[in-house]
């Protein structure tokens, strides 16, 4: 039998401690790297929680706003007086010449826009209709509240408040020109609007609209 020298037995040992450094490392580098990719998934698992629970909140943020609103608009149209603080915003609606729609897109010099929105409709032949001066009357009344809900809800990316009416009108907060925007005939077509009609939402449940493109210009939304 031959015998082993000592720089062979040296050697030897040295390529076994190599290999088990090397396996060591190896399972270091395996080990960090499952603590790095654990770590990650944790995170973007607190991550998650963090974005949802903060949607729900803007969400139910939004809907008490919305609730309010319609409260007080279902009130004032059932039982109240039509308010002598929006006369003058009434006797400041024009017909646009040479369109079919009126708008207020010049208010009474005691008024700003910082404040009022637009509003705009379809100018119907014949005598005005009560009801609906009425009502444009009550959409009018209720812009303080509207103002007031976006400037609370501006910062988590609400684009618009409006008042929409079967009545052919919309009441538009922040204020654009009706050279921009304005009610037509192709408003009641938005998903906006069909998805809430009382002969597809027989009982009046708040709905989310799928991501459509705003008739207004401000690109990919959703109304609630």
């Not at 010049?106 to 119907?124: D, K, M």
């Amino acid at each position: 039998m031959r015998r082993m020298l000592l720089g062979e037995m040296v050697l030897d040992h040295q390529r076994a401690f190599r290999g088990i450094l090397t396996l060591v490392f190896m399972l270091l580098v395996v080990s960090n790297g499952w603590y790095v990719y654990s770590r990650s998934l944790s995170l973007s698992d607190q991550y998650a929680h963090r974005a949802v629970a903060g949607l729900r909140q803007h969400f139910e943020k939004i809907s008490g706003l919305i609730d309010t609103i319609q409260a007080e608009a279902v009130r004032e149209l059932q039982w109240g007086e039509p308010s002598s603080d929006v006369d003058g915003q009434l006797s400041a609606l024009r017909n646009v010449p040479g369109t079919d729609y009126f708008s207020l897109d010049r208010l009474p010099p005691q008024l700003s826009h910082q404040q009022i929105g637009n509003l705009t409709g379809l100018v119907l032949p014949g005598k005005p209709d009560p009801a609906r001066q009425r009502e444009i009357a009550v959409a009018l009344g209720l812009a303080p509240m509207m103002t007031a809900a976006y400037r609370n809800l501006d910062e988590h990316g609400v684009a618009w408040v409006y008042y929409v009416s079967r009545q052919q009108f919309i009441y538009l907060y922040p204020f654009t020109p009706a050279a921009d925007f304005h009610y037509s005939a192709g408003t009641p077509l938005g998903v906006f609007w069909r998805m809430v009609l009382p002969e597809v939402n027989p009982e009046g449940r708040r709905i989310m609209t799928p991501v459509y493109i705003d008739q207004a210009g401000k690109g990919a939304m959703l109304t609630i």
